[in-house]
Structure formats: C-alpha cells, structure tokens
DNA sequence: TAGATTGTTAATCGATTAACAATC
DNA sequence: TAGATTGTTAATCGATTAACAATC
C-alpha cells in the first residue's frame, strides 16, 4: 500500500507534470479507454520519453506494446497526489481571493473539502458562504480550530502584509501545508510545505516571455 | 535600451524567481534602502551565490563591496519584466475567478490594467465592474475587440472544457500571451505564450509534498 | 591598502534524452 | 513470431554551485 519513491528520484518538476497529467487524462476519460506515451506527450508538449519516465517513477502502470489505461492512470496518480481520499482544508481570508475559492468548489478540486473560513473582519464574520454549509468565524478562532481539529491544509489569501506573520503562528500550531495565495515569500525553517499559487508573479512571468518571443525556444515555461 | 538577453542564459526558472525576487524587495524597500546577495537569498530560502548568477544575466545591478539598492533592483526587475509600463489586458469569464480577478485590481499587481470583461452568460452582460469604468461585454464581440485594440494579453477564466477552443481563436485574431486559470492544459503549436495559474494543480502538489515529506529533501519546490 | 561583496569562469550535480532490452 | 510500446540503463544536456578574479 505505502508505496515508497526515493528521494532522489522525484523532483517538484515530475510532481508538478504529475498534476498535469491528471487534467489531460480526465479530459481524455469520456473520450478513450486507452493512450500511449506518444499521445500523452503530444498533448503534455513534451517527450514520450519524458511521459514514461515521469509515470515510471512511481510504479509500472502500462502494459508493453500496448499503453496505458487511462482510468488506471487516473485512479494511480490520484492516489499517488493522495487525492484519492478527501482531504479537509480551511481557509484563511475572506476577501475577493477567499471568497472566490469558497464560493466555488471547483476551484479546489477532487481529493479536497473546504471545512472552515476565517477572517478578522467582524463585518465578514458569521457571513453564511454559499452551497457550504459553513459560516465565516473570527480568525482569532482560528489557532485554536487548528489545533482540536488537526488541520493539516491552510489555505492563505490574505492581505501580503500578514502573511508571514500568520504562516508563523500556523506551524506552530502544527499545520503541514500551506497554499500561499499570496504575493508574500514566505520565509519557513521548518519542514512544512508551501506552494505559491499568486497570481500576479504569473502575469509577471508571461509578460516577460511575451516581449522576449525570441527566448522562448523550450517547450515548457510553465 | 532594448537589452539583449542570450536564449541560453535565460531559462524558465530564473524568470520565475526574478518576480518573486522582485515581491521581496518590494517588502523591503521602506525598511531598508539597500540588500546585499547573501540577505536576500536568505529571504528567497536560496542562495547567494544564485541570486547573484540570477541578476547577473539581466546585467550589472550590484555595487561590489557593497550590495545592491533596493530601489534601483527594483527598478531593474520591472523593466526586465516588462511591468515598467502599462499593459493592458482583457479577461474572458466572468464566473468566480473572473470576477475576483476584476473586482480586485490588486491581483493584477503593478503594470497591468484590465480595460475589458467578457462572458457568454447574457446574464452577466452588462453588469457594471465595481471600481473599474466598464461593463461586462459579450463574448462573441470578443475578437472583434482584440484585433481593433491590439490586444496583446487574455486571462482566461472560462469552463475547462472550452478553454482550448477559445485558445485557438485567441491566436488567431494575433493575441500573444494567455494567462490560462482553467484546469485544462492548452495544447498550442504557435509560439503565443502561455502561463499555467490553476489553483487546483498548486493544491494537488501541495498535497503530495505533505504527505511525502521525507521527499521534500530540497529547498525549493515552487 | 584591507575588507567586502559582486560578477564570471570552471566544476559538479541533476534532469532530460537517447538507446535498447523487456514483454505484451 | 512480428509489431508495438513500455520501462530502464547510459549519454547528454542544462542548471546550480564552487572557486576566484574584479572592483568598490
């Protein structure tokens, strides 16, 4: 069951194309049972090498001379992401950023249940959030939600200033991951795992990429 | 003026930390007027060794002996990034992501200015953008509305399943660059610039390091 | 001049790709 | 068995790091 990769084998670029991979093949589910590396790779924009190695990493799940079965695929790297089991999450930050991903389950995706909201606004506080079941509560709340229910996700969109302020109290409270909404870097000795998801460093990453066309030479700038 | 970068020289990654370089700095700029490499790789949790390879190929920003101005770095940074000027950009849904996005023009950050909204939805056309002078528009004037403004810069925030659709309208009527919000990866053999910002792929590797944390041996996986 | 820190050239490390053996 | 396509081992390529020369 507890599959085990090393360490050196599996770098945040196959995690991030593993993620990937699961968009392509959702799509894909509906339309055909089966695919090869070549096709995948098409439609990643990359090898077939590259497909089979990255899938490889983790396990064997074609079948010579024939493919891969796309449902299987899904199910394993859905269990690989450990998204195969619903993970609860809470939110920190209930402006446009946070209302937005509470508002909209499909933001957040399979494998994750949004549980709680917080802001330290009073006039957000006790807000009902829509299609959840839940209310806004006052973020001063929060540590002590944290700890008796043992989050282990936060999600952060708050203002940048805080940030790293609240990312603080958050592992000390024993939280292990943190989805960074903000324009913060935030700055963690401890082992808990960020991932920044701000989108204005994204436009500032395309912009570049539009006024210099002629350095774009690789297929991948993700 | 107009600096010439070599392909070989910049790749993906460093474009990627130049923005998160550049949030730093801008954290810092009313604390302290100037940073040598080591403090603000400490910062970026890298080294200095790479912060200073980083900049280095953009050209000579840091005094020797000294440091480097914060001002003046982050003047530089903007410049590279294109962001020193005004780009306009248009957002093609106006759902939930959509609509956080144009109601809250600090997602955008600095150098972008979104001059129009449009959706399918007749629902939402028409409806007034709280801040911004404009109006939801609908969508089938779209293109017509890139080609006469020259638009350069799409955000997409529809439906997943339509996103590849639209993409390739997109680079037909000339535009360059796409912010993509949608889960589904675009599959583009023109040389328009595409950026990946979906939330849902950030969580899933998220999830991953956490439950793996014994793999997380490096400092960086963004 | 001595001390500090940058920018660059060379060495190392890691990730991608090529070649091929395994097997459906 | 022949054809196809996977999974892996070895070779290449690119990115990071180390060593050091430049210079404030």
Request: charged share 25%; glycine share 8%; proline share 2%.
């Given at each position: 069951?507890?599959?085990k990769?090393?360490?050196?084998?599996?770098?945040?670029r196959?995690?991030?194309?593993?993620a990937?991979?699961?968009?392509?093949?959702?799509?894909?589910e509906?339309?055909?049972?089966?695919?090869?590396?070549?096709?995948?790779?098409?439609r990643?924009?990359?090898t077939?090498?590259?497909?089979?190695?990255?899938?490889?990493t983790?396990?064997?799940f074609?079948v010579?001379?024939?493919g891969?079965?796309?449902?299987?695929?899904?199910?394993?790297?859905?269990s690989?992401?450990g998204i195969?089991k619903?993970?609860?999450?809470?939110l920190?930050?209930?402006?446009?950023?946070?209302?937005?991903?509470?508002c909209?389950t499909?933001?957040l995706?399979?494998?994750?249940?949004?549980?709680?909201?917080?802001?330290?606004?009073?006039?957000?506080?006790?807000k009902?959030?829509?299609?959840?079941n839940?209310?806004?509560s006052?973020a001063?709340?929060?540590?002590?939600y944290?700890?008796?229910n043992?989050?282990h996700?936060v999600?952060?969109?708050?203002?940048?200033?805080y940030?790293?302020?609240v990312?603080?109290q958050?592992?000390?409270s024993?939280?292990?991951?943190?989805l960074?909404?903000?324009?913060?870097k935030?700055?963690?000795?401890?082992?808990?795992?960020?991932v920044?998801?701000?989108?204005?460093?994204?436009?500032?990453e395309?912009?570049?990429?539009?006024?210099?066309?002629?350095?774009?030479?690789?297929?991948?700038?993700?």
């Open positions: 069951m507890t599959k990769y090393s360490p050196k084998d599996v770098s945040g196959i995690v991030a194309r593993l990937l991979y699961l968009g392509i093949l959702k799509d894909l509906k339309v055909q049972p089966e695919i090869n590396s070549i096709e995948l790779a098409q990643m924009n990359t077939a090498v590259q497909v089979r190695k990255d899938l490889s983790f396990g064997e074609g010579r001379g024939k891969y079965s796309v449902s299987a695929l899904i199910r394993e790297i859905e690989i992401l195969d619903e993970n609860e999450v809470i920190i930050g209930y402006g446009h950023v946070g209302k937005m991903i509470a909209n499909n933001v995706g399979k494998g994750f249940k949004l549980t709680a909201v917080f802001d330290k606004d009073s006039r957000k506080i006790g009902e959030i829509p299609n959840l839940i209310k806004v006052d001063s709340k929060c540590l002590e944290i700890e008796k043992k989050v996700t999600i952060l969109a708050i203002n940048a200033e940030a790293q302020v990312a603080n958050l592992i000390h024993g939280v292990e991951a943190i960074n909404m903000t324009a913060s935030l700055e963690l000795n401890s082992n808990t795992a960020v920044n998801a701000d989108i204005s460093a994204k436009l500032k395309l912009n570049f990429w539009r006024i210099n066309p002629e350095l774009r030479g690789g297929i991948n700038f993700d």
